[in-house]
Nanobody, 123 residues
Framework: AQLVESGGGLVQPGGSLRLSCAVS????????MGWFRRAPGREREFVAG????????YYADSVQGRFTISRDNAKSMVYLKLNSLQPEDSAVYYC?????????????????WGQGTQVIVSS
């Protein structure tokens, strides 16, 4: 299995980005997907998760209302739209997949990880 993130970059405060995660080697319908991030000097943390069909999404309190996770199973893609970005959103963002039924906000629930894409929010 391979998860490849893209779409990161440098953006000014208040700006937007859309991260993409291309998934291969997995049957997307069988996996819940998530986005995590790791800022310098901090632990990796949950950002957003989405169930198999895309009907249900879950967010960290810090991004609720600003970020939106979505998926396109036919294209084997997962997306994270980041709006109203702030410097504290700067981090490496990771896409992850889980075939299990564990807590979606926990890193331990996820089987597969991408290499990450960096987001820098700065003026």
């Amino acid at each position: 299995a391979q998860l490849v993130e893209s779409g990161g970059g440098l953006v000014q405060p208040g700006g937007s980005l859309r991260l993409s995660c291309a998934v291969s080697g997995l049957t997307m319908d069988n996996y819940r997907m998530g986005w995590f991030r790791r800022a310098p000097g901090r632990e990796r943390e949950f950002v957003a998760g989405i169930n198999w069909s895309g009907r249900f999404a879950y967010y960290a309190d810090s991004v609720q209302g600003r970020f939106t996770i979505s998926r396109d199973n036919a294209k084997s893609m997962v997306y994270l739209k980041l709006n109203s970005l702030q410097p504290e959103d700067s981090a490496v963002y990771y896409c992850a997949a889980t075939s299990g039924f564990g807590y979606i906000k926990s890193m331990a629930s996820f089987n597969y990880w991408g290499q990450g894409t960096q987001v820098i929010v700065s003026s």
